[in-house]
Nanobody, 125 residues
Framework: QVQLVESGGGLVQAGGSLRLSCSVS????????MGWFRQAPGKEHEIVAG????????YYVDSVKGRFTISRDIAKNTVYLQMNSLKPEDTAVYFC??????????????????WGQGAQVTVSS
């Protein structure tokens, strides 16, 4: 059974930084493309960033380009989302998700096979 466990959320002031971690177990991490999604109150899931299982493809939504970085540690079966220059509009529950079908980064949440439990990120102004 594949499990994704997130950590690293919290409360930060605007302009600050946080790093989210997502630890994966139960499946070969090297054959999982990983995505970070977020969901703000009253809104749908939005993909924030993603990386294909080869690491050759990455994706960032325009609103986070230059501020967020997705990375992986294969040895630790962990994917990270480094978030810098945070803004109040980044406030949301952040989820990591895994896609096992190909070396790509789907943008639609319903393409992903496995999900973490979510981590709250709150950015105060």
């Amino acid at each position: 059974q594949v499990q994704l466990v997130e950590s690293g959320g919290g409360l930060v002031q605007a302009g600050g930084s946080l790093r989210l971690s997502c630890s994966v177990s139960g499946r070969a991490f090297s054959r999982l493309s990983m995505g970070w999604f977020r969901q703000a109150p009253g809104k749908e899931h939005e993909i924030v960033a993603g990386v294909s299982w080869s690491g050759l493809r990455t994706y960032y939504v325009d609103s986070v380009k230059g501020r967020f970085t997705i990375s992986r540690d294969i040895a630790k079966n962990t994917v990270y989302l480094q978030m810098n220059s945070l803004k109040p509009e980044d406030t949301a529950v952040y989820f990591c998700a895994a896609y096992a079908m190909s070396d790509s980064v789907p943008l639609a949440s319903d393409r992903y096979d496995f999900w973490g439990q979510g981590a709250q990120v709150t950015v105060s102004s």
